[in-house]
């Protein structure tokens, strides 16, 4: 995949917008556990950020998913994990299935201030009893009359706090595990809606995470995105994109990880050299930094074949694994040089090591990434390639 001067202008602009609006603030948002959502992305929805491979007939560039992979990669030159997952929660998790089988009117409504940035949006799919095995939800939304009701709890959900709606994963019938569920626009403000206290996490802090109640909440029927009883396959399609967003949005952090423990080890001398100078120190560098640009080459692979219309669960499972993988690998080496001062709270590698750390669990564990994989290769026991 070759990026085009309209790639790096779009990339050059988000990487001015961080340096002006999100990195001199992300200190003071990490402290406080939360980020002004509603703020930044109306000024992100301005500056056409938030829906760069939308529609444009809801405000959307429709561009292709490239752009989509050029704004990932820009957003982790953020310094922190959080802000950037909030910005992709609402891009690229909470509303692509949304764009591709909502109704025009359920896109007028939701999707176009998704995209201005005037609504927050979050995705709900994980519960306290289901996170790896989506099949196995509980929260049921039955039809009464012109309404669906629902009922059951969301857990872990990214900007809950703050969210104007929630694309909701619920079973709509009594059907098999695949094909009894349905995605359904929940306004977060409907009646019977209740937030439990703000879960407290090792890291991602600027990013508000919650757990949701839902007892007997009425929304139209209308509100549910495409066909009743597709919601399961809406959201494996709708993970695709989120597997390639994470995995693009990891490169420039762990990229950072290693040129400030270049520039740090330069400076820092031990038995009268500098740490840099022990072969060790400057071949896992070089060797980390070959590790993420075999990432690079796995993603923009992945995000070719996507653009070309193909399937690409296999190498966005890939993408993820590898990415959670050396999320955890590049800021654990990178730790290490820093001594005593890697094991610092503010130490810009320390909180990619925490940050970083998410990736190999959220969105799909590592080993979920593997069986999909092995479902792909057909050497899953039981199971033929989906
Ligand atoms: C900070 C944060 C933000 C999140 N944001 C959202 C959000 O916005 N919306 C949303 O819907 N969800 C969100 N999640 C939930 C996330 O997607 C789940 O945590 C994840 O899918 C794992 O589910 P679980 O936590 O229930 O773990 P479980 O399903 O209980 O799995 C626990 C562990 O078991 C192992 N495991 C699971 N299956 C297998 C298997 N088949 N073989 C071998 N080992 C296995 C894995 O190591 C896994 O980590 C978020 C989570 C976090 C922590």
């Known amino acids: 995949m070759q990026f085009t001067h309209e790639h790096q202008e779009l990339k050059r602009n988000v990487r001015r917008f961080i340096d002006n609006e999100i990195n001199p603030f992300v200190d003071e948002w990490e402290e406080a556990e939360i980020f002004p959502a509603k703020e930044l992305f109306r000024k992100m929805g301005t500056q056409g950020f938030l829906g760069v491979t939308k529609p444009a007939e809801y405000g959307g560039l429709g561009l292709d998913y490239s752009y989509s992979v050029a704004m990932a990669e820009a957003l982790g030159h953020i310094r922190c994990g959080g802000v950037p997952m909030a910005i992709g929660v609402q891009t690229d998790m909470a509303t692509p299935a949304l764009a591709r089988f909502g109704s025009d009117e359920l896109r007028r409504e939701f999707l176009a201030p998704a995209i201005s940035g005037e609504a927050v949006a979050c995705i709900g799919v994980s519960e306290p009893g289901a996170g790896s095995d989506v099949a196995s939800i509980k929260t049921t939304a039955r039809k009464d009359g012109d309404d669906y009701v ?3 709890s969301k857990m872990w959900i990214t ?6 709606w929630m694309c909701l994963l619920a ?10 569920k349905s995605l359904i626009i929940v306004p977060m403000n409907t009646k019977g809606i209740s937030v439990g206290k703000k879960i407290r996490k090792i890291g991602m ?3 508000d995470t919650g757990l949701i109640y839902f007892d007997n909440v009425r929304v139209p029927r209308r509100n549910r995105v495409g066909e009743e009883g597709q919601g399961f396959l809406y ?6 994109e989120e597997r390639l967003w994470g995995a693009a949005n990891a490169m420039q952090g762990m990229m950072d990880c290693i040129d400030v423990t270049i520039e740090y080890a330069r400076e820092r001398k031990a038995f009268d050299m500098p740490l840099i100078d022990n072969q060790w120190v400057h071949f896992r560098l070089a060797e980390l ?10 993603v923009y692979r992945a995000c070719e074949l996507y653009v070309g219309g193909q399937d690409v ?3 966005a499972s890939m993408a993820k694994l590898k990415a959670g993988r050396l999320a955890r690998i590049v800021p654990d080496s990178c730790l290490q040089f820093w001594g005593g001062m890697g094991y610092t709270w503010e130490n810009p590698v320390s909180r990619f090591f925490r940050d970083g750390r998410l990736i190999s669990i959220g969105g799909g564990a590592d080993e979920v990434m593997l069986g999909i994989i092995c479902k792909y290769m057909n050497i899953l026991p039981g199971k033929k390639k989906a």
């Open 150 to 152: 629902i009922n059951g």
């Open 159 to 164: 900007n809950s706090l703050q969210a104007d």
């Open 171 to 180: 079973n709509t019938s009594d059907e098999g595990r695949y094909r009894n």
């Open 205 to 207: 802090n600027s990013s």
């Open 235 to 240: 959201q494996m399609l709708q993970f695709q």
């Open 289 to 298: 930094k070959t590790e993420v640009e075999s990432l690079r080459a796995l």
């Open 313 to 315: 669960t296999e190498l």
